[in-house]
């Protein structure tokens, strides 16, 4: 396998006589553009005209880019479907970068406690541009129990933990995602009116804590609570997610407690509540009460 699985690949597939300087920083431009078009397209494989597609790119240049980063494990191919997924390189690298996130460490025993105390799995996630990211779990000892994919990225429409992060943006940046991004249905239930959507963030911040019954991923429930920064928007997402089955009648008892450790993990973290939906909302006091009380 020759070194040059980035720059070199695209090279070949350069259509003009550009010097190669130029040749190469647009190689590395559309091997970048590919894995950014992998990771957020919301489905776990693609095909390379599926790829080629939605970037404007040509199948030939998509492949010869694909098999250049296949070679540094930066995507995997399917051979039974003939498809192609993120690597395992990339979750190394994210990880790497994500160890070096203070928010990770400082969160470790709050969701810990969460999940001794609940017996379910706890979650912690941030915000990368207009999706969110599972960077931490911990999960109960039970034969049954829900587990997510630390790294993936979804949209913050869809789950507990996204709307979490929606509902307490600022209201012009919530109104910019509500505007310009595609609601897309990951599941039967995941909500993709924008009346009805901002009628639920609206509740969200209202509560201080947001839902899901499948809305994510069809067998699983969740509740949310945000960790608010010092700037007073969403620093981070906490969850308490299960089996759908047995979700449901614990939702009350559940919401109380991620509520808790949010506060708790926004006053660790020098946080101050805000940024709700209409002013300051449930949430605001609810937050600070739990905070003062410790």
């Known amino acids: 396998?020759?070194?040059?699985?980035?720059?070199?690949?695209?090279?070949?597939?350069?259509?003009?006589a550009e010097p190669v300087k130029g040749q190469t920083v647009t190689g590395v431009d559309r091997v970048l553009d590919i894995l950014i078009y992998l990771g957020e397209a919301g489905r776990p494989t693609l095909g390379v005209t599926e790829i080629a597609d939605g970037l404007g790119l040509s199948k030939a240049v998509v492949h010869r880019s694909l098999t250049s980063c296949r070679a540094k494990g930066f995507i995997t191919f399917h051979p039974s479907t003939r498809r192609y997924s993120l690597g395992p390189r990339i979750v190394s690298l994210a990880l790497g970068y994500l160890d070096r996130i203070d928010i990770?460490?400082?969160?470790?025993?709050?969701?810990?406690?969460?999940?001794?105390?609940?017996?379910?799995?706890?979650?912690?996630?941030?915000?990368s541009g207009w999706h969110r990211v599972y960077v931490d779990q911990v999960t109960?000892?039970?034969?049954?129990?829900m587990m997510v994919q630390l790294g993936a990225a979804?949209?913050?429409?869809?789950?507990?933990s996204s709307k979490a992060f929606?509902?307490?943006?600022?209201?012009a940046e919530r109104e910019q995602y509500l505007a310009s991004q595609p609601m897309s249905k990951l599941t039967g239930n995941t909500i993709t009116q924008r009346?009805?959507?901002?009628?639920?963030?609206?509740?969200?911040?209202?509560?201080?804590?947001?839902?899901?019954?499948?809305e994510r991923d069809?067998?699983?429930?969740?509740?949310?609570?945000?960790?608010?920064?010092?700037?007073?928007?969403?620093?981070?997402?906490?969850?308490?997610?299960?089996p759908l089955e047995r979700f449901r009648g614990e939702v009350d008892r559940l919401a109380d407690l991620v509520q808790q450790a949010a506060a708790d993990l926004t006053a660790q973290v020098g946080g101050q509540v805000g940024g709700q939906v209409g002013g300051q909302g449930a949430q605001a006091g609810a937050q600070a009460d739990r905070a003062?009380?410790?």
């Open 104 to 127: 990770r460490a400082e969160a470790r025993p709050v969701l810990t406690e969460l999940s001794r105390a609940t017996q379910e799995t706890t979650t912690l996630s941030t915000r």
């Open 154 to 160: 979804f949209p913050l429409h869809a789950g507990a």
């Open 1 to 16: 396998m020759s070194t040059v699985s980035v720059g070199g690949g695209v090279n070949e597939g350069a259509d003009s």
């Open 218 to 242: 069809p067998s699983a429930g969740s509740v949310a609570a945000p960790v608010f920064g010092p700037t007073g928007t969403p620093l981070a997402v906490i969850s308490i997610a299960g």
């Open 166 to 171: 929606l509902a307490f943006l600022d209201p």
């Open 140 to 145: 109960p000892d039970r034969d049954v129990k």
């Open 292 to 294: 003062r009380s410790r």
């Open 195 to 214: 009346p009805t959507l901002r009628e639920e963030l609206a509740h969200i911040a209202e509560v201080g804590y947001a839902i899901s019954y499948g």
